[in-house]
């Protein structure tokens, strides 16, 4: 379904805003789906924004350095 949300269009968008309110975790397998966004994107840092992740998601994010590909919020 997250693959399908980008890819609809045929065409990627300018920007995209992911929202992890509801996420209370994240695993490898959350992660390889943002790198495929990014992927597919072709975006630049500021143009993906992460936002509303709970401290536990953005601890991993960081971790992981992906606050280094991504806005994180």
């Known amino acids: 379904q997250f693959r399908e949300a980008y890819e609809q269009r045929g065409q990627p968008y300018l920007r995209y805003i992911i929202n992890l309110k509801d996420c209370h975790h994240m695993d490898s397998c959350g992660l390889g ?6 992927e597919y994107s072709e975006l630049d840092r500021d143009d993906i924004r992460l936002i509303n992740c709970r ?17 994180v919020e």
Request: aromatic share 8%; no cysteine; net charge positive.
């Open 33 to 38: 789906m943002l790198l495929l966004l990014k």
């Open 55 to 71: 401290p536990q998601v953005k601890n991993v994010l960081s971790i992981s350095k992906f606050n280094q590909l991504f806005v």
